[in-house]
């Protein structure tokens, strides 16, 4: 087996989304959006917050594409990160939730102006934040009941 460097891999993957995206013109076919297919159903569910140094660059070289290749790419990275099981104190935010929020700040705080991984951490660290608050309303339902 050949283990390929970071770097390889993010310009064979450039290189086969632009092939695909071309193919997909020529047959007159509409682009993928985000959450169509599987491309990254198998990936880790922290993929993206672990190889964070990996994705960055596949999102820079998606971006060098076109954004419709990134924004799928983000689409589907950011669908990678499935929500924890949680298990919470009434009346408390979940510690997964928060943990994953403040990884994704992290990450994002690191990228500079315009990255389009900025993007993936934003979109992790609001879905965290509106789990968040889903659950201090359903607490404060709870309450009034």
């Known amino acids: ?9 993010v310009a064979a993957v450039g290189q086969a989304v632009v092939a695909a995206q071309g193919v997909i013109s020529a047959l007159k076919l509409p682009l993928p959006g985000p959450g169509d297919g599987a491309l990254l ?5 922290r993929f993206p917050l672990e190889q964070h140094t990996f994705v960055s660059e596949l999102l820079l070289a998606a ?9 799928w790419l983000v689409a589907g990275l950011a669908a990678v990160v499935r929500r ?4 919470r104190v009434f009346g408390e935010p979940c510690p997964q939730e928060v943990a994953l ?5 992290q990450l994002h705080d690191r990228l500079p102006a315009g990255h389009p991984a900025k993007r993936l951490y934003a979109k992790i ?3 965290a934040h509106e789990a ?4 201090e309303e359903a607490d404060r339902s709870q ?3």
């Open 63 to 71: 971006a060098a594409v076109d954004r419709t290749s990134s924004d």
């Open 1 to 9: 087996m050949v283990l390929m460097g970071h770097t390889t891999v």
């Open 41 to 45: 159903a198998e990936a880790p569910e």
């Open 84 to 87: 924890p099981l949680r298990s």
């Open 125 to 127: 660290h609001d879905r």
């Open 132 to 135: 968040i608050a889903r659950d």
């Open 143 to 145: 309450v009034e009941e």
């Open 101 to 105: 929020a403040a990884k994704a700040q």
